[in-house]
């Protein structure tokens, strides 16, 4: 990069705007809004976690003399840290919102199709132990792939059938694991 | 030489039935993952982490040294013909080797990548064979404190070199940190951070979270943001190198080589920098500079190569010191601790035999993967026909099957599915991830051996900068801290000195950032 290549074939690209100011300034291209608000909402997460990880230094016992570093400061540390990144995180994305440009908004269907693997999920976490490992690894196979634009639902069901039982007979019967067994026994 | 002897008493032990087969499932499984876009094989580790509990230490750690070298290698497959690189390593091979794909290139692109990769491999097995017992040896003097010091240096660069911003960096950092810290504090015998379930007492297993962090954060993203079409570059003819393309690989493998082992092998390394580095030295070297954006080989080989010997190199210090520096070795780290082998300069003392076999079936892979990978690789170009909804969906059904595995319970895949939004937010920001999963696996072990150091000095926090190594590291630290910050300072100067004449200058140097 330090280098340019005064190369006379390549011109400048299409779509490059002629004077150059504000994109010569940052080298990376600049985040558009989706990323940005997603930078805040990290920092927002890490300040969630700030609160509870110091809450749970603050509530550890301190330091004996066996130990001179007790099981608090560490997690105290991670807080403070956690606390700082967070709120530069959070000054960083608010500072670049304005200048930041405009991204598609994700349409509300792909949230909720998100929403949706997640019920997916949790159907999942419930019905192993009851239906077995085949029964449900399928239905999770199937679903997920519904909702991530799988066109044929037979098709696809046929595929995670066959998928889960190649997964069932290698990694229950040849190797060993032991994956929960419904009332039909696979 | 001792190394030679413990090395062909190695081979003895790899050539037998079992472990070279256990080496062909691995590097055929690397080199699956590698060429599917979406897992990577620190995932793919994770995952099969649980099989730990059913095979003996040779068998699982000969395996999962497959899939770190085969996923190397396949991972460039996949950023040559559908421009999507698998993981950021092989994200310099995209820039030349899918250009060359367009241009109906793509065969010759692949087997520069394919060989360079195995002599990369090569090189770097070899680099690894005579340095890591001598690192180890060194190694043995260090104490609590050189290690606090190593395991800082490696946070502050995991978190600075993997993606453009180091808040970002740290904040993935912080956010592994704080997981690693959930469960029973080892010293004290006080829960930490369990919020009253029991599934959380005895911390969240390495398996749900990396699964997590990689798989379904991956999973949430293609959900919320959608399956762009890709067109995959049809392979054309046979994977041959022309007289020509030799001519120009060769010195590019072995500059890739020389650039890739040394800074991987780095307790800071990492495989993303030598790629980089190695694209801009083959770029400014090339006699065929013009070709550079439109489908240049040395911009495919130097790279590839780069990124194997770097693949390499980081085994000295995870082997050696036991600091891993990429999700990958954080992971086969864990591995290692699941048998009750801790990684450092005790493990060629005391488990020497184990690890001469490892290091041993690295040279058999690496040639079984040059044999898969040359020939066969249109059988692997197939799988990118695999639509991404039937791949997603079998990441789901493989990310729960690990995670049931390993914990068993209704709460930890509950814990998995948190984590997973944890990492939607994460790839929302386009933050990095394996910083995270460098904290989750490094955080306790820096946090004992801190707790180490000041129980050797009675509380006095003068003891980490006790030794003249200490205090270079910490120099280190803090230069690596300023260092992206003084960078861009300097580059913002000369940006601004640059756009003075205004329209030729500008155009290319953006013209020099794009490629």
Known sequence: MSSPDPDPATGPRPGEEPGGAPAAVAADPPEDRRTVLGGGALGLLLLVGAVLVLAEAAALHAATDATPLGPAVFPALVGALMAVVGVALVVRAARRLGAAPSSEPIPLSRVLRLAGLLVLLVGFAVALPLAGYVVSSTALFTGAALLLGAPRPWHTLAYGWTLVAVVYLVFDRLIGLTLPAGPWGF | ???????????????????????????????????????????????????????????????????????????????????????SASMVSALEGNKMARAGRGAAALATAAIGSFVA????????????????????????????????????TVSALLGRSLVKGAASLLIGLAIGLVGIDAQSGQARLDFGVPALLDGIDVVVVVV?????????????????????????????????????????????????????????????????????????????????????????????????????????????????????????????????????????????????????????????????????????ARLLTIPAYGIYAAV????????????????????????????????????????????????????????????????????????????????????????????RLTRGVRERRRTAPPVPVTAVESQADQD
Do not use: C
């Open chain 2, 396 to 487: 789901l059904v493989f990310s729960t099957l690990g995670t049931f595995a390993s914990g068993g319970t209704f709460d930890d895949l509950i814990v998995l599915y948190a984590l997973g939004l944890v990492a939607l937010v994460l790839r929302l920001a386009d933050a990095p991830v394996a910083p995270a999963v460098v904290g989750v696996i490094l955080g306790p072990l820096a946090e004992t051996q801190l707790r180490r150091a000041l129980a050797l000095s009675q509380g006095d926090p003068a003891v980490l900068v006790s030794s003249p190594l200490t205090v270079t590291l910490w120099v280190l630290i803090v230069l690596a801290l300023l260092a992206p910050l003084a960078w």
């Open chain 2, 1 to 87: 030489m001792d190394q030679l002897g413990a090395l062909m008493q190695g081979f003895a032990d790899a050539v037998t039935l079992g472990n070279l087969v256990w080496a062909l499932v691995g590097v055929t499984i690397g080199t699956v993952v590698g060429v599917l876009p979406g897992i990577g094989p620190a995932l793919t580790v994770a995952m099969l982490l649980p099989l730990t509990f059913r095979l003996d230490p040779a068998s699982s750690l000969i395996m999962f040294a497959g899939i770190y070298y085969g996923g190397m290698y396949g991972g460039s497959t996949t950023s040559i013909l559908l421009n999507t690189p698998g993981e």
């Open chain 2, 212 to 380: 997590a962090l990689f798989a379904l954060g991956e999973t949430f993203e293609r959900l919320l943001r959608g399956t762009g079409r890709e067109t995959v570059e049809p392979v054309r003819g046979r994977a041959v190198l022309s007289r020509e393309d030799w001519r120009r690989s060769w010195p590019a493998w072995l500059r890739g080589t020389a650039l890739g082992f040394p800074i991987g092998g780095l307790p800071a390394g990492g495989a993303d920098v030598p790629t980089f580095l190695s694209y801009s030295l083959e770029r400014r070297l090339s006699k065929h500079r013009s070709q550079f954006g439109k489908g240049a080989i040395e911009g495919v080989a130097g790279p590839e190569a780069a990124n194997n010997a770097a693949a390499a190199g980081v085994l000295v210090p995870l082997l050696t010191i036991g600091l891993p520096t990429s999700a990958t070795a954080a992971v086969i780290l864990t591995a290692f601790q699941s048998y009750g082998l801790q990684p450092g300069p005790q493990l060629f003392t005391e488990s020497g035999p184990l690890l001469w076999t490892l290091i041993a079936s690295l040279y058999i892979g690496n040639v079984m993967l040059l044999v898969l990978n040359l020939p066969l690789v249109r059988l692997w």
């Open chain 2, 121 to 156: 491999g090569t090189i770097g097995t070899i680099g690894l064979t005579f340095l890591a017992p001598a690192v180890a040896e060194l190694a043995v003097g260090f104490g609590p404190p050189e290690y606090v010091a190593l395991m800082a240096l490696s946070f502050v």
